[in-house]
C-alpha cells in the first residue's frame, strides 16, 4: 500500500478523452493509463483544487481547506483592491478575506465566494441582521438590518468609471504612461 502519494493531472485524462500524462510528485510524468488506475483505485483520497490553466496557480480548493493559498488570497487582494464594503476605501493589502457564504454553511473557499473587508467591516457583516450576497458576476449586495440594500459593483468597474468621471475628455483605453508632460499638453522639443 502506498500512503501520501501526490499526483496532479487534468480532468480530460482522468475521465479518459485525453491521454496527457500526470505529474506525480518527487518523480515526475506518470503515463495517463497508470493515474487513472491509482486515482480509481478505491482506497485513494481525492482533493479537488482547481487551476488556472494558463498559470496552473491555484483558483479553487473547494471545501478541503478555510485559509485560502497565498495565490487565490492575492488575487483577490489584486481584484478588489481596496475594502468591498460601499464608501470604504482602505486598501486591499490592509483588508481581511471573507467567505460570503460562511464556510461553516458549505460556503466554498475560491475567488468566487471571497471579499476583501476591513476589519471594522468585517466584524459588520458577522454582526445579527447584516446580509452579503456576491452574485455571478461579482457585484456584492449588502442587506442592513433596517433593510436598506446597497450594491456594489466589481470593483475594477467602480475605478474605471471614477476615472473617467474624472477625465470625461479621454477615452477610458487611452495610454498615459511613459508620456512627457510637454508631450501631454501637445507641445513638443
Known sequence: MIRGLHGNHDSATLIGLAENPAELAGHGPLPASIARAIAFDPNSTWRRIITDPHTGAPVDVGRTRYRPPAVTADHVKIRDRECRFPTCHRPAHDTDLDH???????????????IGLCRRHHRTKHT????????????????????????????????????????????????LVGLRAGAAAGRTR
Open 100 to 114: 460570503v457564504i460562511p464556510y461553516q454553511r458549505n460556503g466554498d473557499t475560491n475567488t468566487g465566494n471571497l
Open 128 to 175: 445579527p441582521g447584516w446580509h452579503f450576497h456576491l452574485t455571478d458576476t461579482g457585484s456584492l449586495h449588502i442587506t442592513t438590518p433596517t433593510g436598506h440594500t446597497y450594491r456594489t459593483p466589481r470593483q475594477y468597474e467602480r475605478r474605471r468609471r471614477e476615472s473617467t468621471q474624472r477625465h470625461p475628455r479621454l477615452p477610458s483605453r487611452t495610454p
